[in-house]
Each structure stands twice: as structure tokens, then as C-alpha cells.
Nanobody
Framework: QVQLVESGGGLAQPGESLRLSCAASGSFFRIYDMAWYRQAPGKQRELVALVTRGQSTTYADSVKGRFAISRDSAKNSVYLQLNSLKLEDTAVYYC???????????????WGQGTRVTVSS
């Protein structure tokens, strides 16, 4: 069974930085896309950043130039570096991994438990 464990997050002031981590554990065949989403109070969950197995990255316009996504395939982990934080970055951040559990199975998407990021002065 696949499990995703997130860490990082917390309280930061505007302009500060945080780093989020998400590690996959359990038995599985392969990880494909790795992404971070966020959900602010009263808003829908939105894609923040995505990194493919080939290391191509995609960012939401609101975080381009401030956030950086990276992956470590050897550790089955994805990271999100949040720089120059703004008040509007406050949200619960979720990692989302596209995983093929075993060779006969198709790809499935798994969610982390969420980690809260609060930006406040």
C-alpha cells in the first residue's frame, strides 16, 4: 500500500521562505508526475507546481519565480521551496503523486495528508 508523508510548512512572515517535503513509502512499481496543490480557506484546490519524471516543471502563474519544485527519485520524494512568501500563499498544501502500483496496474493518483502554511505579519 502506498503512503505519502508530508513535512515542512508552518508559520512565516511575508518575504520569508519555507520548504515542504513529501515522501512516498510502501510497495509500488514507478512514480510518474509529482505535484503540489494548495487549498486556501473558502477556495478550491489548485495546482501549484508539477514535475514530470523527465524533470519538466510547470508552475501556477501566481508562484512563478518564487517557488521551486524538485524531486529525488532515489528517495521517492518531492520538494517545494517557497520563497518570497506572500499573505495569499496561506493555504494547506498537498502533494499529489501519480504512481503505478505494479506492472499490471494503471497509474493512480495519491494524496498526502496536507501541511498548513500560514503567512502572517
Amino acid at each position: 500500500q502506498v503512503q505519502l508523508v508530508e513535512s515542512g510548512g508552518g508559520l512565516a512572515q511575508p518575504g520569508e521562505s519555507l520548504r515542504l517535503s513529501c515522501a512516498a513509502s510502501g510497495s509500488f512499481f514507478r512514480i510518474y508526475d509529482m505535484a503540489w496543490y494548495r487549498q486556501a480557506p473558502g477556495k478550491q484546490r489548485e495546482l501549484v507546481a508539477l514535475v514530470t519524471r523527465g524533470q519538466s516543471t510547470t508552475y501556477a502563474d501566481s508562484v512563478k519565480g518564487r517557488f521551486a519544485i524538485s524531486r529525488d527519485s532515489a528517495k521517492n520524494s518531492v520538494y517545494l521551496q517557497l520563497n518570497s512568501l506572500k499573505l495569499e500563499d496561506t493555504a494547506v498544501y498537498y502533494c499529489n503523486l501519480e504512481i503505478q502500483p505494479d506492472i499490471p496496474s494503471g497509474r493512480k493518483k495519491y494524496w498526502g495528508q496536507g501541511t498548513r502554511v500560514t503567512v502572517s505579519s
